[in-house]
T-cell receptor, first 112, second 119 residues
Framework: LAKTTQPISMDSYEGQEVNITCSHN???????ITWYQQFPSQGPRFIIQGYKTKVTNEVASLFIPADRKSSTLSLPRVSLSDTAVYYCLVGDIPGGYQKVTFGTGTKLQVIP | GAVVSQHPSRVICKSGTSVKIECRSLDFQATTMFWYRQFPKQSLMLMATSNEGSKATYEQGVEKDKFLINHASLTLSTLTVTSAHPEDSSFYICSAPEGGGVRAPYEQYFGPGTRLTVT
């Protein structure tokens, strides 16, 4: 399983764009990159997933450079409700269910 | 997206007793489910992989006789904490993957978690 490294914490003012970068130097060819959000006392919630280049959905964008050794989750115009822990996970075996291991995550604090 | 439920959401038990936590995939079948434990201000720690119709696979350091896992159907996995002690107090979360194969990698759907407090 590819290990991931993220900043432990980040602060941002409301309305700003937040970029959280994750390093995954040992990512394998079949691995996808997935980001989850977790609020206190809740299970993680899927945010976005990608393999390469850029992926965008209604809540976030995911930028993945060509070497795929890192990825950046971009949250546009954060609000107080975006205060949470964000986890970057790497892994998958197409057609199989690979267990995922959570890293430390990034605790994002949005300030009014 | 798919929904995974857990029951109960919160439980308090006395030391020495056993507690069962249920994890259900509500609108899809899950031959595999995962159980995690999360202590305050820490990340999720994978405890075991629950496999329908076969024995669970435990992570290193997790006592299989203490944390009994039963995956009796394609939509239900249970985790029983036997002879619970205060140090077992934690937030227990299950997840189930769906999808996979050619069309897309699978997604992990997480339950809302169960807060266990052992007094």
């Amino acid at each position: 399983l590819a290990k991931t490294t993220q900043p432990i914490s980040m602060d941002s003012y409301e309305g700003q764009e937040v970029n959280i970068t994750c390093s995954h130097n040992n990512i394998a060819t079949n691995d996808y990159i997935t980001w989850y959000q977790q609020f206190p006392s809740q299970g993680p919630r899927f945010i976005i997933q990608g393999y390469k280049t850029k992926v965008t959905n209604e809540v976030a964008s995911l930028f993945i450079p060509a070497d795929r050794k890192s990825s950046t989750l971009s949250l546009p115009r954060v609000s107080l409700s975006d205060t949470a822990v964000y986890y970057c996970l790497v892994g998958d075996i197409p057609g199989g269910y690979q267990k995922v291991t959570f890293g430390t995550g990034t605790k994002l604090q949005v300030i009014p | 997206g798919a929904v995974v439920s857990q029951h109960p959401s919160r439980v308090i038990c006395k030391s020495g007793t056993s507690v069962k936590i249920e994890c259900r995939s509500l609108d899809f079948q899950a031959t595999t489910m995962f159980w995690y434990r999360q202590f305050p201000k820490q990340s999720l720690m994978l405890m075991a992989t629950s496999n329908e119709g076969s024995k669970a696979t435990y992570e290193q350091g997790v006592e299989k006789d203490k944390f009994l896992i039963n995956h009796a159907s394609l939509t239900l996995s249970t985790l029983t904490v036997t002879s619970a002690h205060p140090e077992d107090s934690s937030f227990y979360i299950c997840s189930a993957p769906e999808g996979g194969g050619v069309r897309a990698p699978y997604e992990q759907y997480f339950g809302p978690g169960t807060r266990l407090t052992v007094t």
